[in-house]
């Protein structure tokens, strides 16, 4: 009788808090109200044992009410024994305890619940009968489960995101107090952008994105399980990272993440296309390099760039001294990006002429860049920058594609018996991961849109990118070259190229870097040298440009030692392509040796 009745009061106190519209004045009111509630309720006597029940709680625990009543809680419903034991004690001393489990209902789903216990004790105040009430919270939890995970992890690779890491970085710190360190090591991927936009018919940035993703989310699980304190996350663009907790010393995290760059620049493969993206890596330490985890991850991110811009491919810890380098090597590449997209670039040409009839034999295209807020920026500066940032492919297209327009609507020199080639410096970082047809593609591209003959285009390529040109890019340029492109290895003799290379590399001219046309009359054996490349140009049938001419006294060391081709300031400086054609009409094709001895030529054209 009195723990009936004292039921029914918990019922009629528990349907006035849920529904306090409701007035209920008997057990029969509430025994009405015990079925129609949307929570589950299971009453419990002293002894543990099932005595009351509604609908409800059997669709949450997915069993019949008939397999319910009469038994222990522990018994019917093995998944809820340990309530009794881990909230007992609780509710014993404080009559009531609140918990979330899971529960798996009738058709094998998972529902997310919260159980409150009541303890109903009779009148000398002993537990006489024990309410559970279980509300489905699965809607609610799911939802918070899904704004967390919009939150917290990038959608496109599934990892952790950059909130996501400086929390968990935050949580460290505060925990630590400087006592205990962590990594924060940043992977930059470099190139996928641009390098893919290129190959656009054939790859999506997407399988290199998710691959590089799982790569380093695979490694951070496997040293998880060995005992590491790892998580592996996506921070923005093409920059992922791994958080590496209670680290020991610095060789520890170098070989560690030694291992992780390997993995990560494996090749990625989709459909018949391997590809090979270029991953720097960038760490900083905490609590060395600082206290906050938007610090210290502004400098990992800027560790990572540091070693892109000098091509460490091992790991690089953060250096404050080149730091600030490094921040205006990113402001420049944001500004040459807009420069690229906004026509702000311009090209300037230099003559190269024969040095036998001083006949203008081609133009090579040189790209100037005056930025409209912070002035004129030499190439010395910007060129490296597209190279780092994966510019080189757009800049190079935007080249191409100019220098062709232009030289269609060149006139044809005083002298000359046709208009001059033009010759494009491809800034060439690209090169060596360069998949079939892209080059033709773009060269074909270029030529089409100009309707520039073949036979009227360079292509000069540095004498590194092309040692280090994979056969794919070799089997390219001789496609080229038979379509009439000629190519020219730029900067010879600085040291990369062996004379093997000369024998299967499909050249047309080799031009001499102007480190030895400035030795001349001052370094003997860098005048030997170049002896020696000029007659083995000759032997190889391969055409010799000098360039870097700048004094009678060069003009005629190379004409002696029989160089075909001069270019430099003695010759012309780099011309607006507004007036090339006037400089055409201007130019006099008297021999070069003449021009050295009266100076005729010289004071020509710098007079222009």
Same mark, same amino acid.
């Given at each position: 009788?009195?723990?009936?009745?004292?039921?029914?009061?918990?019922?009629?106190?528990?349907?006035?808090?849920?529904?306090?519209?409701?007035?209920?004045?008997?057990?029969?009111?509430?025994?009405?109200?015990?079925?129609?509630?949307?929570?589950?309720?299971?009453?419990?006597?002293?002894?543990?044992?099932?005595?009351?029940?509604?609908?409800?709680?059997?669709?949450?625990?997915?069993?019949?009410?008939?397999?319910?009543?009469?038994?222990?809680?522990?018994?019917?419903?093995?998944?809820?024994?340990?309530?009794?034991?881990?909230?007992?004690?609780?509710?014993?001393?404080?009559?009531?305890?609140?918990?979330?489990?899971?529960?798996?209902?009738?058709?094998?789903?998972?529902?997310?619940?919260?159980?409150?216990?009541?303890?109903?004790?009779?009148?000398?105040?002993?537990?006489?009968?024990?309410?559970?009430?279980?509300?489905?919270?699965?809607?609610?939890?799911?939802?918070?489960?899904?704004?967390?995970?919009?939150?917290?992890?990038?959608?496109?690779?599934?990892?952790?995101?950059?909130?996501?890491?400086?929390?968990?970085?935050?949580?460290?710190?505060? &925990?630590? %107090?400087?006592?205990?360190? !962590? *990594? $924060?090591?940043?992977?930059? /991927?470099?190139? +996928?952008?641009?390098?893919? @936009?290129?190959?656009?018919?054939?790859?999506?940035?997407?399988?290199?994105?998710?691959?590089?993703?799982?790569?380093?989310?695979?490694?951070?699980?496997?040293?998880?399980?060995?005992?590491?304190?790892?998580?592996? &996350?996506? %921070?923005?663009?093409?920059? !992922? *990272? $791994?958080?590496?907790?209670? /680290?020991?010393? +610095?060789?520890?995290?170098? @070989?560690?993440?030694?291992?992780?760059?390997?993995?990560?620049?494996?090749?990625?493969?989709?459909?018949?296309?391997?590809?090979?993206?270029?991953?720097?890596?960038?760490?900083?330490?905490?609590?060395?390099?600082?206290?906050?985890?938007?610090?210290?991850?502004?400098?990992?991110?800027?560790?990572?760039?540091?070693?892109?811009?000098?091509?460490?491919?091992?790991?690089?810890?953060?250096?404050?001294?080149?730091?600030?380098?490094?921040?205006?090597?990113?402001?420049?590449?944001?500004?040459?990006?807009?420069?690229?997209?906004?026509?702000?670039?311009?090209?300037?040409?230099?003559?190269?002429?024969?040095?036998?009839?001083?006949?203008?034999?081609?133009?090579?295209?040189?790209?100037?860049?005056?930025?409209?807020?912070?002035?004129?920026?030499?190439?010395?500066?910007?060129?490296?920058?597209?190279e780092q940032s994966g510019l080189a492919v757009a800049l190079d297209r935007w080249v191409l594609s100019q220098a062709c327009a232009a030289a269609v609507h060149w006139s044809i020199p005083k002298g000359n018996t046709a208009a001059p080639a033009v010759a494009v410096?491809?800034?060439?970082?690209?090169?060596?991961?360069?998949?079939?047809?892209?080059?033709?593609?773009?060269?074909?591209?270029?030529?089409?849109?100009?309707?520039?003959?073949?036979?009227?285009?360079?292509?000069?390529?540095?004498?590194?990118?092309?040692?280090?040109?994979?056969?794919?890019?070799?089997?390219?340029?001789?496609?080229?070259?038979?379509?009439?492109?000629?190519?020219?290895?730029?900067?010879?003799?600085?040291?990369?190229?062996?004379?093997?290379?000369?024998?299967?590399?499909?050249?047309?001219?080799?031009?001499?870097?102007?480190?030895?046309?400035?030795?001349?009359?001052?370094?003997?054996?860098?005048?030997?040298?170049?002896?020696?490349?000029?007659?083995?140009?000759?032997?190889?049938?391969?055409?010799?440009?000098?360039?870097?001419?700048?004094?009678?006294?060069?003009?005629?060391?190379?004409?002696?030692?029989?160089?075909?081709?001069?270019?430099?300031?003695?010759?012309?400086?780099?011309?607006?392509?507004?007036?090339?054609?006037?400089?055409?009409?201007?130019?006099?094709?008297?021999?070069?040796?003449?021009?050295?001895?009266?100076?005729?030529?010289?004071?020509?054209?710098?007079?222009?």
């Open positions: 009788g009195y723990a009936m009745a004292a039921f029914t009061v918990a019922i009629l106190g528990y349907a006035s808090w849920r529904y306090q519209s409701i007035s209920v004045t008997s057990e029969a009111a509430a025994e009405q109200i015990l079925k129609s509630l949307s929570d589950g309720v299971l009453v419990l006597d002293e002894m543990g044992v099932i005595a009351r029940l509604n609908p409800r709680i059997t669709e949450l625990i997915g069993m019949k009410s008939d397999d319910l009543l009469g038994r222990k809680l522990g018994e019917a419903v093995p998944s809820m024994a340990h309530l009794i034991a881990d909230m007992g004690t609780k509710a014993r001393s404080s009559n009531t305890a609140l918990k979330e489990i899971e529960l798996s209902d009738w058709i094998g789903g998972n529902r997310r619940v919260n159980v409150t216990i009541n303890m109903l004790r009779d009148i000398r105040g002993a537990p006489s009968l024990t309410v559970l009430v279980l509300q489905d919270v699965t809607r609610y939890r799911n939802a918070i489960d899904k704004i967390e995970k919009l939150t917290f992890f990038d959608q496109a690779t599934g990892l952790p995101n950059r909130r996501h890491l400086q929390a968990r970085m935050d949580q460290f710190i505060k &925990g630590s %107090l400087g006592a205990r360190r !962590f *990594a $924060l090591a940043v992977f930059r /991927v470099e190139h +996928v952008k641009h390098v893919l @936009l290129d190959l656009h018919h054939s790859i999506s940035p997407d399988p290199v994105l998710k691959t590089t993703a799982q790569r380093l989310d695979e490694f951070a699980v496997e040293k998880a399980g060995l005992g590491m304190s790892i998580v592996a &996350g996506f %921070l923005h663009g093409y920059h !992922f *990272a $791994l958080l590496i907790e209670e /680290v020991q010393n +610095v060789g520890q995290i170098s @070989l560690v993440l030694t291992e992780a760059l390997t993995k990560m620049r494996e090749p990625v493969e989709q459909g018949t296309i391997r590809f090979r993206p270029d991953i720097w890596l960038g760490v900083c330490l905490y609590p060395q390099d600082g206290d906050h985890p938007e610090q210290l991850t502004e400098k990992a991110i800027a560790a990572a760039d540091q070693a892109a811009s000098t091509r460490n491919e091992n790991v690089h810890f953060y250096d404050i001294a080149t730091n600030d380098a490094s921040v205006r090597s990113l402001a420049l590449s944001a500004r040459l990006e807009g420069a690229i997209e906004n026509s702000e670039l311009e090209l300037h040409f230099q003559p190269v002429v024969t040095a036998s009839s001083g006949q203008i034999e081609f133009v090579e295209a040189l790209t100037r860049w005056s930025d409209p807020l912070h002035g004129p920026c030499p190439p010395e500066e910007f060129i490296p920058v597209a410096n491809l800034s060439g970082f690209h090169l060596n991961r360069v998949t079939r047809g892209s080059l033709i593609d773009m060269v074909r591209t270029a030529l089409a849109e100009s309707k520039l003959a073949p036979d009227r285009l360079v292509l000069e390529i540095t004498e590194r990118r092309l040692v280090e040109a994979k056969e794919v890019l070799v089997s390219e340029l001789t496609e080229l070259r038979e379509q009439g492109v000629r190519i020219s290895m730029d900067d010879f003799g600085t040291g990369y190229a062996s004379l093997s290379y000369l024998e299967w590399l499909p050249l047309d001219k080799l031009k001499i870097d102007q480190g030895f046309v400035k030795a001349i009359g001052r370094d003997a054996r860098k005048m030997v040298l170049m002896e020696s490349m000029l007659t083995l140009g000759k032997k190889l049938g391969l055409k010799v440009v000098a360039e870097g001419v700048e004094d009678p006294s060069q003009v005629d060391f190379l004409i002696r030692h029989g160089c075909e081709y001069l270019q430099g300031f003695w010759i012309s400086r780099p011309v607006p392509a507004g007036v090339l054609n006037s400089f055409f009409q201007e130019w006099s094709n008297l021999p070069l040796s003449g021009r050295c001895i009266d100076g005729i030529g010289h004071e020509a054209i710098k007079s222009t």
